[in-house]
Nanobody
Framework: QVQLVESGGGLVQAGGSLRLSCSAS????????????MGWFRQAPGKEREFVAG????????YYPDSVKGRFTISRDYAKSTVYLLMNILRPEDTALYYC???????????????????WGQGTQVTVSS
């Protein structure tokens, strides 16, 4: 079982920045983690889980929806077996619980549907005040 742990959430004013981290924990090896494509999702109260960023296994490809493109950047550090989400120019509508997810079945493209990902973290709360 792959275990993912997110961190870095918090309260920030509109226009500010946060960097979220997602790492493997417990019995999940770094090598295993590094073989997965990874995604970040968010879910606000009463709304569906929304894809916000994805990165391929080799970090050669990334993908963002229009809602965050130009503001969010996903990256990964293989030595630390960690995936990051740098969020700039935050808006109140970015307030949500943010999750990282792992895709263990690479099919040549970054997936953006939640049910296409295999493993999930517990989430980290991001709150943006106006």
């Amino acid at each position: 079982q792959v275990q993912l742990v997110e961190s870095g959430g918090g309260l920030v004013q509109a226009g500010g920045s946060l960097r979220l981290s997602c790492s493997a924990s417990g019995r999940t090896s770094g090598r295993t983690f590094n073989n997965y494509a990874m995604g970040w999702f968010r879910q606000a109260p009463g709304k569906e889980r929304e894809f916000v960023a994805g990165i391929s296994r080799t970090a050669g490809s990334t993908y963002y929806p229009d809602s965050v493109k130009g503001r969010f950047t996903i990256s990964r550090d293989y030595a630390k077996s960690t995936v990051y989400l740098l969020m700039n120019i935050l808006r109140p509508e970015d307030t949500a619980l943010y999750y990282c997810a792992a895709d263990r079945r690479w099919v040549g493209r970054i997936k953006f549907k939640a049910d296409e990902y295999d493993y999930w973290g517990q989430g980290t709360q991001v709150t943006v005040s106006s």
